[in-house]
Each structure stands twice: as C-alpha cells, then as structure tokens.
C-alpha cells in the first residue's frame, strides 16, 4: 500500500532552507515571494492489510525516523 | 495568496536520498517498507489578484529555480 509522510517545520521554527530560497526569489526578480516553507515529503510503499494499518505504520516510521518531533511535524495519507 | 509547489525526481531518476532511508527503516525492523522517494514541497506567499495568477507565478518560479527540470518534475497548487 502507497502512503506519503509530509514532514514540514513547526510554526515558528526558523527554517534557514526557506529563507535562503526566499533571498534567491528576490533576487531572480520575484520580488512578491515571501514566507518560504521547505517540507519534506516521503512517498513509499508498506505492506499492510487495510489504510488504517498503513496509516499507523507510516506514523510509526516518521516517529523513528522521518520526523525529528522536536521542531517538525507530520501528517501521513494513504495514497492506495 | 499561499501557493505550494511540489517538486518531485521524475520516474527512472535514482533518489540515493530515499535509498539511504530506505535501508535505515530496515534497519530500525520496517521491513515492509519499499519504494522511497523523498520530495520537496516549497510553501510560499505570491502577489496575485486571483488563482490563475498565482499558480503562473509558481510555475515560473520552479522553472527559475525551485526544481531542475532536467530530473525533476513539479506542479504547483493554490492552496488559497
């Protein structure tokens, strides 16, 4: 079964990624670009029997590894 | 007006980013996990007057510096 973890920066977490993209917008002319966020999106493939069963096991996955909680959150979706 | 762009490896494009997590969930006893492909998301704040406009501007963005289009693919979203 084919899930996606979305893994992005809490709320008022400094995301340097986003700033040095934003800075490169500007300079590219884009001069309206403001508020860059970079997340993170992992797509892959789980054996499991029904989208709960994958639901939990993609949280699981993110817990131990794909997210850091500290300072990221995550949310996952059953793609089929 | 909040856009999001989504930038993805294409189809056939090696991801070593999502083969090297894919080992570590094997190592950490997901096993079942198979397939990773790591992708970016860009959320940013465009100046437009309407969605259309918007999601021109993020196109234009990705094909200026948000993703290498020689590898990856993206699409942009207007999330509102």
């Known amino acids: 079964m084919k899930i996606r973890v979305f893994v992005s920066l809490k709320d008022g977490v400094l995301d340097p990624q986003g700033k040095a993209v934003e800075h490169a917008l500007h300079s590219l002319g884009f001069k309206g670009a403001s508020d860059v966020r970079i997340s993170r999106v992992v797509d892959l493939h789980v054996k499991a029997d029904n989208a709960e069963e994958a639901k939990a096991k993609g949280a699981e996955m993110a ?18």
Do not use: C, K, Q, T
Not at 65 to 75: K, M, R, W
């Open 63 to 80: 817990r131990a590894l794909l997210a850091n909680e500290v300072i990221e959150d995550f949310h996952v979706e059953v793609a089929g």
